[in-house]
C-alpha cells in the first residue's frame, strides 16, 4: 500500500500503523504499540493522530490513492474493447493479490461492518471506480467496441467482485489454481460480446 506523506514523521506513524493493522488487527492493535513500532512517545503519536480511527481513515485515503490509476484507467478510455478491460482487471488484480492488501481488506471488512463512521469514506473510492468502469463498458457498446449482454453497471460488479473475491482467496488460503481465473477473457467476451 502507497505511504506517502509529505511529513516524514507522520509517514513513519503510518507505516507503524499498517505494519501493526496488518498483523494484529485494527482492535488488537494499540496507540502504544503503533508509537513503540513508529519509535515515537505516545504524546507525539497522538499530536497528529486523535486515534486508531483516524489512523483507519488514513488507510481509506492510500487505498483511494492506490485505486486512482485503476479508475483513471478506465476513465480514459474512449473506445474500449475486451482485451483493455482485461488489461486494467488484471492490474486491479495484482493489486487486490497482494497478501498484506488482502488482510488489509478483511481488517477494513470487518471494521466496515461494525458500522464504522468511516464507511463513507471506503465506500465512495468503490463507488468511484465502479462508476468509471460502467461508464468505460457504456462507452465501448456505444463506440461499438462492446456489446453488453446486462446492464454495464451489474456488469462491473460482478466482474469488480469477481477479481476482488478471487484475489482476496487466493492471497488468504495460498489457493493457487491457476487453471481457474475467476475473471478472464472468455468470461468478459461472454458478457460484453452478446
Request: negative net charge.
Amino acid at each position: 500500500m502507497n505511504t506517502r506523506a509529505t511529513n516524514p514523521d507522520r509517514h513513519k506513524k503510518i507505516e507503524a500503523a499498517i505494519v501493526f493493522f496488518i498483523n494484529k488487527g485494527f482492535y488488537a492493535t494499540s496507540m502504544r504499540d503503533i508509537a513503540n513500532q513508529a519509535n515515537v512517545s505516545l504524546l507525539n503519536l497522538y499530536t497528529d493522530f486523535s486515534g486508531k480511527q483516524q489512523l483507519i481513515a488514513e488507510v481509506a485515503e492510500l487505498e483511494r490513492l492506490d485505486l486512482q490509476p485503476v479508475t483513471e484507467a478506465f476513465e480514459c478510455m474512449a473506445a474500449p474493447n475486451v482485451e483493455e478491460l482485461m488489461a486494467v482487471l488484471s492490474f486491479y488484480r495484482a493489486l487486490n493479490v497482494q497478501k498484506d492488501w488482502a488482510i488489509l481488506t478483511a481488517e477494513c471488512f470487518a471494521d466496515l461492518a461494525r458500522s464504522s463512521p468511516l464507511r463513507p469514506a471506503f465506500a465512495a473510492t468503490r463507488r468511484q471506480l465502479l462508476e468509471a468502469f460502467a461508464a468505460a463498458i457504456e462507452q465501448g457498446a456505444t463506440r461499438g467496441t462492446l456489446r453488453p449482454g446486462a446492464d454495464p453497471r451489474a456488469i462491473a460488479q460482478l466482474l469488480l467482485d469477481g477479481v476482488e473475491a478471487g484475489a482476496l482467496r487466493e492471497a488468504i488460503m495460498a489457493d493457487q489454481d491457476e487453471g481457474l481465473q475467476v475473471v478472464s477473457h472468455s468470461l468478459l467476451r461472454c458478457l460484453l460480446s452478446a
